[in-house]
């Protein structure tokens, strides 16, 4: 439930217990029982069970000593607050407890009565439900937030690091075959290999603070292409698509990344061809590349399916029908 303000929660057992006290004061042992009963709900947001299990004793004392003092007013507060915070099985039975106190109207008012004050004590226990319900539903929101987050961030870290990681793999075996007899190749290579390795400290500190937009896109896709160049695989890109939301456009960079990426680490290719096409309905991503062609369901093609399906789009990923491997990704541009 919400909490009321401060100030309405310290006057409110006070003055429920006053009110209480002068209906039940046809008895003088009821009004001290009234203001005990008032008084414990101060605790009842730390100890719910305890106050309404005193609420509840105190109001069936008030209600034998008072006939006539109608609801148990401290209880169904109680009640109310224990509704809110316990689950059903625990809030039930206090529900019921409270309903037999009211029956004991029955001994000085007719059963009409009797029946639509215990009608009436539904009402707090009604609101307390709703609200746990409500504050379930925003914790369990909660939990998938985190959840999907940890996920995006999983993902983001295995993009940029397997990819990083292939390039300076690639890069460091062509700077060993060729280190003896032509330096200047192996120096190439290993200024690859640094490019490589201060382009992922750069993604890696934009992932970690976690303060803006992914900033790749597909106008950087020349980053993940020159070092492949420089390590010997022929690469032909060729993009032609319309203005792209931002996060369809990072999503599309990370795509062609691990496409890359599985390219450089499983496939054994010498070539690949990366066509990024699209209309203002829909983006497509073809990456083909000339290798073995038997890449199965690993980590990176389960993290591209996983970020086109965020945007309703799908990825395909399989041998190709000449040979090779054959990744395609649709990201409808509509719903962006």
Same mark, same amino acid.
């Given at each position: ?24 004061? &046809? ?5 001290? %029982? ?7 709900? $101060? $605790? ?28 148990? $007013? ?6 109310? &607050? ?79 690091? @397997? ?54 896109? %597909? ?26 939301? @931002? ?5 599309? $960079?990370?795509?062609?990344?691990? @496409?890359?990426?599985? &390219? ?63 990744? &395609? ?8």
């Amino acid at each position: 439930m919400r909490r009321l303000p401060r100030y309405a929660d310290l006057s409110l057992p006070p003055t429920l217990g006053l009110l209480t006290a002068g209906v039940a004061a &046809t008895h003088p042992a009821a009004p001290p %029982l009234a203001l005990a009963a008032a008084l414990t709900l $101060y $605790y009842r947001r730390n100890h719910p069970i305890a106050v309404t299990a005193a609420t509840l004793f105190l109001g069936a004392g008030i209600q034998l000593l008072a006939p006539r003092t109608a609801l148990p $007013y401290a209880a169904l507060i109680a009640v109310a &607050t224990l509704t809110a915070r316990k689950p059903p099985w625990v809030s039930l039975p206090a529900l019921a407890a409270t309903e037999a106190v009211i029956a004991l109207n029955r001994l000085t008012m007719t059963t009409e009565e009797t029946v639509f004050l215990m009608v009436v004590a539904v009402l707090p226990w009604t609101f307390g439900e709703v609200a746990r319900n409500r504050r379930t539903a925003m914790e369990e929101a909660a939990k998938r937030a985190v959840s999907e987050e940890q996920a995006r961030i999983a993902r983001d870290l295995h993009d940029v690091i @397997a990819h990083s990681l292939a390039v300076v793999v690639v890069q460091a075996l062509a700077a060993d075959d060729v280190f003896d007899h032509d330096p200047a190749r192996a120096r190439e290579a290993l200024r690859a290999i640094d490019s490589a390795a201060r382009a992922t400290l750069d993604d890696l500190r934009t992932l970690l603070a976690d303060v803006r937009p992914d900033p790749r896109g %597909l106008s950087r896709l020349t980053d993940l292409v020159d070092p492949l160049r420089t390590a010997g695989l022929r690469v032909s890109v060729t993009a032609r698509h319309p203005h792209l939301p @931002a996060d369809v456009d990072a999503t599309a $960079y990370r795509i062609v990344q691990e @496409a890359l990426t599985n &390219t450089l680490r499983h496939a054994d290719a010498t070539a690949v061809d990366v066509t990024v096409s699209g209309d203002a309905a829909e983006l497509v991503i073809e990456v083909r590349d000339d290798g073995r062609g038997g890449v199965g369901l690993g980590r990176g093609i389960t993290g591209m399916k996983e970020r086109a399906g965020l945007l309703g789009g799908t990825v395909t990923a399989g041998p190709g029908t000449s040979g090779g491997f054959h990744v &395609t990704a649709r990201l409808p541009l509509a719903a962006s």
